[in-house]
């Protein structure tokens, strides 16, 4: 079924950036406006850190100079994301109201003076936000330039965690919650070990400095508790919004793979997702890589809706040790790049550059410099130009055959110190996903919970915590003619990080065929070989495991020491499909052989076979099919279209045979 554009108002490309007009005296709104439209922007983010000029105490509001701006964008054509102005509150609420600050674990207090300082869990921050934003809803309810909502701003983005009094006293309640009784939380958090055991409510506090480890289960449901705390109050504003505004769409911001919040959960209560991207431009970075996966995670969160890129930068952050500059013609590159992978919407942190406080050296659509004689300035001028040409690209969408599970309660408890050995989730993930990107097999990101029915391939990396439903899930979608393949590490515990006996890994043994002793963890300089099929050497390393087929058959051995002959990657016939498991980690090439080998077998390929570095995606919406081709290289290179024709939207020409894309060129073909 064909989807729709995000907005009602509008089948165009959204386009525009964060707008902070109360930075700047009125006389310079004008000029703003006007350079808005010269670069096609039709969106402004506004308000989002408003919150101390909009109220001075607990009873005055001052509307008046948001009514102006708002008057003065709609008329000029531009549309408005209006913010909850709830991510930074102003210092006189911290100065009455104490509670509002957030404690870290160490019991020291963030202070006002920078932003994100305030606890999820206080009555007197949740009291006054909420009066904001039925300030703001009411308000503005009726203006004709609101088109969205911008609830907060960067959840978690500098603030982990709170251990305040009524951060302590949420915890209690959320555990009481979810377990009931305090025997049911003293068995799921086994507190008979070390002397824990709870015999009253009171005695449970929030995880804070220990002398050794912390309890795992208890740092879990803390990890849990705290992505909850803050969704509470994300649902707070938005049943506001919804109550008064029933029609206007609300969002707010994600960061990609931001690990204190469980983005799974956040999805579910916005109307459309949208993220900030800052990859870093210094040669070797791969900012192109981490972008793309922030765009198909995003986009994956809220499957059949288009994503917005609420943040990007047009040159340079502030925030790094050193704060490269994007080379002239990447801007657009990266831009197109958000479009080419599911984007409805390309904006940027910030309309003009600040010229005072922490961020005033990050770049902006309008830098310091003159805007007429700005390079940076010129290009935000063309890329507003040709994403106008791109309307009819609105509202289609990529289809994958290809998943890749990302659960957040793995990745945290996965992560918890004492453990056979570090990991890293976002690592593991980004490997597999790097080899889809390179490959331009497009990919989705999934819970182990998901109807994978779609699917040709899931991978499962490094799932250290896995509950028995969902194990079942991925059971019947192997033997429903699904393939899978699972990593070391994985089916380790239950939701309570609890171990389950019987050998690893627990509840996908029979799915695997196989079940698995012991660990033998490498050094970091420590390689093992593995030969793959009849002959091919790979490099295993950080990792290896005691192997012992009950079905399976193994693809690959180790070759040295004491797990010479044992299986290092296996297969597992199962029903219609097969399970694969890989009891090591491989180096990116010696992966990417494997998979290559996999797919094939699969038969799963990208939308056209193209020179190395140019991306290769494909949008649709019913029998309206996009070709986006990026070319990541520095030098043109030469395309063959095979039997694919079309129009090329940038440059309205028609298309036949080939193509050629100048370095760091695009070109966005309808496909005949």
Not at 183 to 207: C, I, K, M, R
Not at 612 to 626: A, D, P, Q
């Amino acid at each position: 079924m064909p989807s729709k554009p995000l907005l009602a108002k509008t089948s165009q490309i959204l386009y525009g950036g964060d707008y902070n007009p109360e930075q700047w005296p009125e006389s310079v709104w004008e000029e703003d406006v006007r350079l808005m439209r010269r670069a096609g922007v039709n969106l402004v983010s506004l308000g989002i850190f408003s919150w101390a000029k909009l109220q001075s105490d607990e009873n005055t509001f001052t509307f008046e100079w948001l009514d102006r701006g708002m008057d003065l964008l709609v008329k000029n054509g531009i549309w408005v994301d209006l913010a909850t102005a709830t991510a930074s509150p102003p210092p006189w609420l911290s100065v009455r109201y104490p509670d509002v600050l957030a404690i870290d674990a160490d019991g020291r207090t963030y202070y006002h003076g920078s932003r994100q300082h305030y606890s999820p869990s206080s009555p007197s921050y949740r009291k006054f936000a909420a009066l904001l934003v039925e300030k703001i809803a009411s308000r503005y309810a009726k203006h004709p330039a609101l088109v969205a909502w911008h609830i907060n701003n960067e959840y978690a983005c500098h603030v982990h965690n709170c251990h305040g009094p009524a951060s302590t006293e949420a915890f209690r309640a959320w555990l009481q919650k979810r377990y009931g009784s305090l025997e049911a939380l003293n068995n799921a958090w086994g507190t008979a070990f070390w002397s824990q055991h709870y015999y009253d409510w009171s005695e449970v506090f929030t995880p804070r400095k220990t002398p050794t480890f912390v309890n795992p289960c208890q740092q879990l449901d803390f990890q849990r508790f705290f992505s909850d705390a803050l969704l509470e109050l994300c649902k707070m504003e938005r049943d506001i919004l919804r109550r008064i505004t029933p029609d206007i769409p609300v969002t707010t911001n994600f960061m990609s793979f931001l690990k204190p919040l469980n983005y799974w959960d956040w999805a579910k209560e916005i109307d459309f997702t949208s993220w900030d991207s800052y990859p870093d431009p210094l040669p070797g970075q791969r900012g192109d890589l981490v972008a793309s996966m922030g765009h198909d995670l995003t986009r994956s969160l809220k499957p059949g809706r288009p994503f917005v890129l609420m943040e990007q930068c047009t040159s340079h952050v502030n925030w790094r040790p050193v704060n490269a500059t994007k080379p002239p013609g990447s801007m657009r590159l990266y831009s197109l790049q958000a479009v080419a992978r599911g984007g409805d919407g390309v904006l940027f942190f910030q309309w003009r550059q600040s010229i005072r406080g922490a961020e005033k050296f990050h770049g902006a659509m309008v830098q310091h410099a003159p805007a007429e004689k700005s390079r940076v300035f010129q290009e935000v001028c063309a890329l507003g130009a040709e994403l106008k040409k791109l309307g009819q690209v609105t509202g289609s969408l990529i289809r994958s055959r290809v998943a890749v599970i990302v659960d957040w309660h793995a990745w945290w408890a996965l992560e918890m110190p004492s453990k056979p050995t570090e990991f890293n989730y976002q690592s593991s993930v980004a490997q597999f996903h790097r080899y889809f990107y390179e490959n331009n097999i497009a990919v989705d990101f999934v819970t182990p919970d998901t109807n994978l029915s779609s699917y040709a391939l899931v991978v499962a990396p490094t799932l250290y915590l896995l509950q028995e439903k969902d194990a079942q899930n991925l059971d019947a979608y192997v033997r429903k003619g699904g393939a899978i393949l699972v990593t070391c590490f994985s089916g380790i515990v239950d939701r309570d990080d609890n171990v389950l006996p019987g050998g690893y890994p627990g509840y996908l043994t029979k799915t695997l065929g196989l079940w698995v002793e012991e660990w033998f963890p490498l050094g970091l300089d420590e390689k093992r070989i593995v030969q793959f099929g009849k002959g091919k050497k790979l490099s295993a390393r950080k990792w290896s495991e005691v192997v012992h087929l009950e079905g399976a058959k193994a693809l690959a051995t180790f070759q040295e020491g004491y797990l010479k002959g044992r299986a290092a990657l296996t297969r597992n016939s199962l029903g219609k499909g097969e399970a694969l498991y890989l009891a090591t980690e491989l180096n990116t090439k010696d992966l990417s052989y494997f998979l290559d080998a996999l797919i094939r077998d699969i038969d799963i390929k990208a939308p056209l076979s193209v020179p190395t570095k140019v991306e290769v995606t494909l949008r649709e919406n019913g029998k309206k099919r996009f070709l986006f081709l990026l070319n990541h290289n520095k030098k043109p290179v030469r395309i063959d279209l095979k039997k694919n024709s079309g129009l090329e939207l940038l440059t309205h020409k028609k298309i036949k045979r080939q193509i050629q894309l100048p370095a760091l060129g695009v070109a966005v073909i309808e496909l005949d």
